[in-house]
Nanobody
Framework: QVQLVESGGGLVQAGGSLRLSCAAS????????MRWYRQAPGKQRELVAQ???????NYADSVKDRFTIARDNAKNTVYLQMNSLKPEDTAVYYC???????????????WGQGTLVTVSS
């Protein structure tokens, strides 16, 4: 069984910064892409950023130049550095990863439980 556990959410004023972390644990053979999604109240879940196993990154237009995704493959951990936060960044942030538990089976998509980020104006 594989778990993703997020941390680092909280309340911050507009213009401030937060750093989210997501650690994968359990029976892990390898991890391909790792992603951060968010879901604001009354809205659909959206992809914020993703990073490949080789470090290639992609961002939603709304967070480009403000958020940075990074990963530590040795620790099976992905980070999201969020700067210049805006009230519209308020959401529950979810970690997501494509995990392989052994060399025979394919990748499983695993989700974390989410961490709340609230940006006050």
């Amino acid at each position: 069984q594989v778990q993703l556990v997020e941390s680092g959410g909280g309340l911050v004023q507009a213009g401030g910064s937060l750093r989210l972390s997501c650690a994968a644990s359990g029976s892990i053979f390898s991890i391909a892409a790792m992603r951060w999604y968010r879901q604001a109240p009354g809205k659909q879940r959206e992809l914020v950023a993703q990073i490949s196993s080789g470090g290639i990154t992609n961002y939603a237009d709304s967070v480009k130049d403000r958020f940075t995704i990074a990963r530590d493959n040795a620790k099976n951990t992905v980070y999201l550095q969020m700067n210049s936060l805006k009230p519209e960044d308020t959401a529950v942030y979810y970690c997501n990863a494509d995990v392989r538990i052994n060399p025979i089976h394919g990748y499983l998509e695993v989700w974390g439980q989410g961490t709340l980020v609230t940006v006050s104006s």
